[in-house]
C-alpha cells in the first residue's frame, strides 16, 4: 500500500503544479498577504523590539496551514466527487487508504513550501528572528498536528460540498471568519469581545497562530495573549482532538460519489 500512496502522492503533487491558477491562489496568496499586511502597518506596534509586520509573519504560519490543508482538500476531493475521478478510483485496486495519504502528501508538501517562503519573507523583509533549537522542535509538532488536523477536516467538510464550482465560496467563508477572530488578522486578540475569543477557542486555528507566535516572537509578547501565557499544553490537547474528530468525521462522512450518500 506504501508504494501505491506514495505513487498517488506523485500524481496529486503533478496535477497541483499544472494548474497555475491553484499555485497562485493556493501557494502565493498568503505570502502576498503578509507583503501587504506588513507593508501597511509597518513598525506600528507598542510592543519594544517587536513589529507588527513581525506579528503577521508568525501568525500567518497558521492561515496558510488552513488554506492549504482545509481548503486544497475540500475542494480537491468535491471535485474528484464530481468529475468521476474518485467512481473510476473506486473500480481499481487503488485503496480508499492510498488514495487519501496521497492527498495528505500533497497537503503536506504545499504546506512545507508555504512556511519556508513565509518564513524566508518574515526573516529577509521583516528582519523576523529565527528561533533556537527547542522553539523549533515546538514548531516541528504543532506543524505537523496543524496540517493533519486541517487536512482531516478538509476531507470531512468535502462531503457537504455538492459542486467544485462553489467550494472555493462554501469553504473560504469559515476560514476567513476564524482568521478575524482568531487572531491572526487582529493581534493582540484581547482587542476582540471575550465572547469571541471563547468562540475562536473551541477551534484549532487560534491555538496553531498562538503557538506559532510562541515559536518566532520573544516571550514577552505572551502577555499580549488571551490567558498571558503560551499554553503549549493546551494547544498540543486542542490539535490533538481536533485530528481525532476529523478522522472520525472522515471515517463517517466519506464518500466515493453522490450516489452513496
Same mark, same amino acid.
Given at each position: ?26 501557494? /502565493? ?202 499554553? /503549549? ?13 476529523? /478522522? ?14
Amino acid at each position: 500500500m506504501t508504494s501505491m500512496s506514495l505513487s498517488r502522492g506523485h500524481v496529486e503533487i503533478l496535477q497541483f503544479l499544472r494548474d497555475r491558477t491553484s499555485v497562485i491562489f493556493t501557494f /502565493l496568496f498568503p505570502a502576498l498577504l503578509l507583503l501587504l499586511f506588513g507593508t501597511i502597518f509597518g513598525d506600528s506596534y507598542d510592543q519594544p523590539g517587536v513589529s507588527a509586520s513581525q506579528v503577521y509573519a508568525a501568525s500567518m504560519l497558521a492561515y496558510g496551514i488552513l488554506t492549504t490543508g482545509f481548503v486544497t482538500m475540500g475542494a480537491g476531493l468535491a471535485l474528484d466527487r464530481e468529475d468521476g475521478t474518485l467512481k473510476r478510483l473506486r473500480g481499481t485496486p487503488l485503496p480508499i487508504m492510498s488514495y487519501l495519504i496521497g492527498k495528505l502528501l500533497l497537503v503536506l508538501v504545499l504546506a512545507v513550501a508555504e512556511a519556508a517562503l513565509l518564513i524566508l519573507v518574515g526573516v529577509l523583509v521583516y528582519d523576523m528572528p529565527l528561533p533556537d533549537a527547542s522553539h523549533w522542535l515546538t514548531f516541528s509538532w504543532l506543524f505537523v498536528l496543524s496540517v493533519v488536523a486541517c487536512t482531516l477536516l478538509g476531507i470531512a467538510v468535502s462531503g457537504i460540498v455538492k459542486h467544485a464550482r462553489n467550494a472555493g465560496a462554501i469553504l473560504n467563508v469559515p476560514v476567513v471568519v476564524l482568521q478575524f477572530i482568531s487572531g491572526v488578522f487582529i493581534h493582540p486578540i484581547t482587542q476582540l469581545p471575550s465572547w469571541l475569543i471563547t468562540v475562536a477557542s473551541f477551534f484549532p486555528i487560534k491555538w496553531m497562530a498562538q503557538g506559532f507566535r510562541y515559536v518566532f516572537l520573544p516571550d514577552g509578547m505572551k502577555s499580549l495573549e488571551a490567558a498571558g501565557s503560551w499554553e /503549549l499544553g493546551r494547544t498540543a490537547l486542542v490539535l490533538g482532538a481536533w485530528c481525532v474528530i476529523g /478522522l472520525i468525521l472522515c471515517v463517517t462522512t466519506f464518500r466515493w460519489s453522490e450516489k452513496d450518500r
